[in-house]
């Protein structure tokens, strides 16, 4: 008997929907809450590539999937897509009891998180990916910081949640507590490291002692329940 319920090709395009460009193994994860091969997402992605319902493109020894609407023109970010999909990953199994709110929705707020998801207790959680190109920018992480000041209230009005920004940036680990402690950026702002975020067991995000917050750089949970 298999270890999963059979997995239909619509599921896969429904989970493409919140995806950025993903991996095969975001896809599994995201199935059967495990990086371990899949046959069935190995057989299903290809088949739904040759319908056209995806696009696919390979990269070294990596074939990346994405939705045509979401990927048109946007090759040049596929690092930045595949750090969104990898923390919606993660986080969503984390605690699937949830919803999430695609990028789309946070149109017109000033500042568009990649995603968001809101919790049964009322939060809600936004996601922000910076590569280490766009960490250096100078300014742009505290530009970043800045527009949520002004548009958060507005953003939990909507949504009807209490909002929280989670910003995963993909440079040293030590270089995101030195930014934070540096600038010390005030409210519901925490930070962590791609590579520590990455490391932590699938399913483990939100309670890891990870995230980065205040002047001294304190370390903590996104949910201590």
């Known amino acids: 008997m298999s270890r999963h ?10 989970t493409a929907s919140v995806f950025h460009w993903a991996t095969k193994e975001h896809y599994t994860a995201w199935f059967t809450g495990s990086f371990e091969r899949h046959k069935r997402t190995e057989v299903v992605l290809p088949q739904v590539v040759k319908r056209g319902k995806l696009k696919s493109v390979t990269i070294g020894n990596r074939i990346l999937y994405c939705i ?11 690092e930045h897509g595949l750090g969104c999909t990898e923390g919606l990953v993660r986080i969503w199994r984390s605690d699937m009891n949830s919803m999430i709110i695609p990028e789309r929705f946070f149109q017109g707020f000033g500042n568009v998180p990649e995603w968001g998801i809101k919790y049964q207790n009322g939060k809600l959680l936004l996601y922000e990916f910076c590569t280490k190109g766009n960490f250096e920018k100078p300014g742009l992480v505290k530009g970043k910081i800045n527009r949520y000041r002004d ?9 009807e949640g209490e909002g929280i920004v989670l910003l995963v940036a993909d440079v040293p680990r030590q270089a995101v507590k030195n930014y934070v402690e540096k600038s010390i950026p005030e409210g519901p702002f ?36």
């Open 151 to 159: 548009s958060l209230l507005a953003i939990g009005d909507k949504f």
């Open 190 to 225: 925490l930070f962590t490291d791609y590579q520590t975020f990455k490391s932590i067991p699938i399913g483990e995000n939100l309670k890891a002692p990870i995230y980065i917050w205040g002047e001294n750089g304190q370390e903590y949970p996104l949910r201590n329940d």
């Open 5 to 14: 319920p059979l997995i239909k090709q619509r599921d896969y395009l429904t």
């Open 68 to 78: 045509p609407r979401k990927c048109k023109g946007r090759t040049l970010y596929i």
